[in-house]
């Protein structure tokens, strides 16, 4: 089963702090890796995607860690504010194949106090 | 708005009844995607077409779901004899074949009672 696994599962952040979200996928085909931030009601919005061929991107706030080799990724929100209380999921896809055939971690319920 | 667009937003049904979504892609959009989102889950990949032709389809897409695409523009997803294990939120996306991750429509909000 190709599986994305993502922790913690909820996270509370006082404004200002630094939000920390990890993923660790199986399939070492998958070369997309894509995170989006959901509000209640709405749909997924892509936040920021990285390739394998770099370690970091950054965006922002908004900095994604890749370790190949560990088959683990993560997501870094600086300077968290309560406007980014929201649950993000971090994905993995083929790109060679279909980048938008994702397989998606479980979630994390971020909270940012003000 | 150029964004996906997904009508119903939210769709109330009894049990046994037939229900169909409609999922409008971004317009120079060649690919199209259904997922399904249950509470507290990350949505799930269910079908894909490219154009017209549906290329693939999950495991999750029962015989009980159809998904049709007809001239490659706007999509619909149907669900015969719906069950309350089909409460959940329906998810289209689109992408162009050279994209990175897609964009996902509002969804459609369906509860079965």
């Known amino acids: 089963q190709q599986q994305v696994k993502q922790s913690p599962q909820s996270l509370i952040v006082q404004k200002g702090g630094i939000s920390i979200i990890n993923c660790a996928y199986e399939?070492?085909?998958?070369?997309?890796f894509p995170w989006y931030q959901q509000f209640p009601g709405k749909g997924p919005a892509l936040l920021i995607a990285?390739?394998?061929?770099?370690s970091e991107k950054k965006e922002g706030r908004f900095t994604i860690s890749f370790n190949k080799s560990a088959k683990q990724f993560s997501l870094h929100i600086m300077d968290s504010q309560p406007g980014d209380s929201a649950t993000y999921f971090c994905?993995?896809?083929?790109?060679?194949?279909?980048?938008?055939?994702?397989?998606f971690g479980q979630g994390t319920t971020l909270q940012v106090k003000p | 708005d150029t964004g996906v667009s997904q009508n119903p937003r939210h769709k109330i049904t009894k049990r046994g009844q037939n229900v169909t979504f409609r999922c409008d892609p971004i317009?120079?959009?060649?690919?199209l995607y259904w997922y399904r989102q249950t509470l507290g889950q990350g949505p799930e990949f269910l079908t894909y077409?490219?154009?017209?032709?549906?290329?693939?389809k999950s495991r999750l897409l029962s015989d009980r779901f159809s998904a049709e695409r007809p001239k490659g523009s706007f999509s619909t997803l149907e669900i015969q004899r719906t069950e309350q294990g089909d409460s959940a939120m329906y998810l289209c996306?689109?992408?162009?074949?050279?994209?990175?991750?897609?964009?996902f429509g509002q969804g459609t909000r369906l509860t079965v009672v």
């Open positions: 994905a993995a896809s083929r790109a060679s194949s279909n980048t938008g055939k994702l397989i």
């Open positions: 996306a689109s992408s162009s074949t050279k994209q990175g991750a897609p964009p």
């Open positions: 399939n070492t085909a998958f070369d997309y």
């Open positions: 077409f490219q154009n017209e032709a549906q290329l693939e």
């Open positions: 990285i390739r394998p061929d770099v």
């Open positions: 317009s120079e959009h060649n690919r």
